[in-house]
């Protein structure tokens, strides 16, 4: 399991005070979870609104008495106060972003936007919204000047990135039906794509080679990239990367491994490329990010 996230909280009386701010719009917790095992149950719910994003694997809710699957690029609002009941199917690694906020503008913000609560939503966000929730997450972790200010910006750009991806998936499902051909809930090229996104999700540390999982799966490269891009938003080489990449930013915040091992332990036998391949991503380097991360919490 790797947890990263950060909130706004440095004790139970911050948290106290915090929730009781009398605010337009705040973000006070926000994170990415990639885990086999977990959930949540709270009978009562929470204090704040909350968005769930499944980006890969599968997490069961339940939503008005009945057991409801998520599977890849789905999400769920819950408002203050709804039960919260869900689980992570451990036969799969999950990848899920979720964020926690509350305001006077948040009902209205979310009525704008078409957001639902309580309700399975399909959106499958583009690398650049998952961007924007890494973002949140590190302006919270790190605090710098404004940080407060910033947040807000984001998850403002990152709520309306979710409604445009809610709305192009309901537009696309719509011109297929109109079309006369039925849009099924889960055909075989969708369940082919969601196959091999576990198999990247249990064996991104491993060597894996796009062609090999064509050849296996009696399809071209060609065919297999522009497919996973059609569901994912990514081809397979940059989802690949962007898993291990994402494991291994978790194990950098922790001191249990060296830079090489954790390098090795993600699928990079050679430390530069991965060094590389992570400042590409996050616009530092391993060791900088390590650095920021032993700053902030000594």
Not at 122 to 139: K, R, Y
Not at 271 to 283: E, K
């Amino acid at each position: 399991m790797r947890q990263y996230w950060a909130d706004i909280y440095e004790n139970r009386e911050d948290a106290e005070s915090i929730n009781k701010l009398e605010t337009d719009f705040i973000v006070n917790e926000c994170g990415h979870y990639v885990q086999e095992e977990g959930g949540a149950r709270r009978p009562t719910g929470r204090m704040d609104y909350q968005i769930l994003y499944i980006a890969a694997g599968r997490v069961y809710f339940w939503l008005d008495g009945k057991r409801e699957t998520a599977e890849s690029g789905t999400m769920v609002v819950y408002p203050p106060y709804e039960k919260q009941i869900y689980t992570y199917d451990h036969s799969v690694t999950s990848d899920v972003y979720w964020i926690h906020f509350f305001g006077s503008d948040t009902s209205s913000f979310l009525q704008d936007l078409d957001l639902p609560c309580v309700t399975l939503i399909p959106a499958i966000l583009p690398e650049s919204a998952l961007a924007l929730w890494e973002q949140i997450i590190g302006e919270m972790l790190y605090k710098r000047p404004h940080y407060q200010q910033m947040v807000k910006a984001l998850a403002f750009q990152l709520f309306i990135t979710l409604s445009r991806s809610r709305i192009h998936m309901e537009e696309k499902q719509k011109a297929l039906r109109t079309s006369g051909r039925l849009y099924a809930k889960k055909d075989r090229q969708q369940e082919l794509v969601e196959a091999l996104i576990d198999e990247i999700n249990k064996n991104y540390a491993s060597e894996l080679s796009v062609e090999q999982m064509a050849r296996n799966n009696g399809m071209s490269t060609a065919w297999l990239n522009q497919r996973f891009k059609q569901y994912t938003g990514l081809s397979p080489q940059q989802y690949i990367t962007k898993t291990r990449l994402s494991h291994a930013r978790q194990m950098l915040s922790e001191p249990a491994y060296n830079i090489g091992e954790i390098a090795q332990m993600c699928g990079y036998s050679d430390p530069l490329y991965f060094s590389r391949l992570f400042h590409a991503r996050f616009g530092c380097s391993p060791k900088e990010f390590r650095l920021r991360v032993q700053t902030q919490h000594p």
